[in-house]
């Protein structure tokens, strides 16, 4: 059995996505809502950027992605984005990136 659950090691990855705008964590800003880790390795999460208009939600939403599926037992994510004007595209987006690999 592993130390620390797979909830815990998808925090500490968001942990360490930073905002370049500030410099705090997304975690910090409060900026990740409703996380959902199933034993199975399924993440479901809502980004809430900033702002409406945030200038870095795209890049912060691929960093999100990219920090979630590096955890080993993840097996999928789902990033659900709000209070966004173009949250149906970043969305759409998110989806169509690669996968990880079983």
């Given at each position: 059995?592993?130390?620390?659950?797979?909830?815990?090691?998808?925090?500490?990855?968001?942990?360490?996505?930073?905002?370049?705008?500030?410099?705090?964590?997304?975690?910090?800003m409060?900026?990740?809502?409703?996380?959902?880790v199933?034993?199975?390795?399924?993440?479901?999460?809502?980004?809430?950027?900033?702002?409406?208009?945030?200038?870095?939600?795209?890049?912060?939403?691929?960093?999100?992605?990219?920090?979630?599926?590096?955890?080993?037992?993840?097996?999928?994510?789902?990033?659900?984005?709000?209070?966004?004007?173009?949250?149906?595209?970043?969305?759409?987006?998110?989806?169509?990136?690669?996968?990880?690999?079983?």
């Open positions: 059995m592993n130390a620390i659950s797979l909830e815990e090691e998808v925090r500490q990855a968001l942990q360490k996505v930073i905002d370049p705008e500030t410099g705090l964590s997304i975690m910090r409060d900026l990740i809502h409703d996380l959902a199933t034993p199975d390795g399924n993440v479901s999460l809502i980004f809430r950027p900033s702002s409406p208009v945030c200038p870095m939600a795209y890049s912060l939403a691929n960093a999100i992605k990219k920090s979630v599926e590096a955890v080993g037992r993840v097996t999928s994510t789902q990033i659900s984005v709000r209070n966004y004007e173009r949250a149906d595209h970043l969305e759409s987006l998110l989806k169509s990136l690669s996968r990880k690999e079983p």
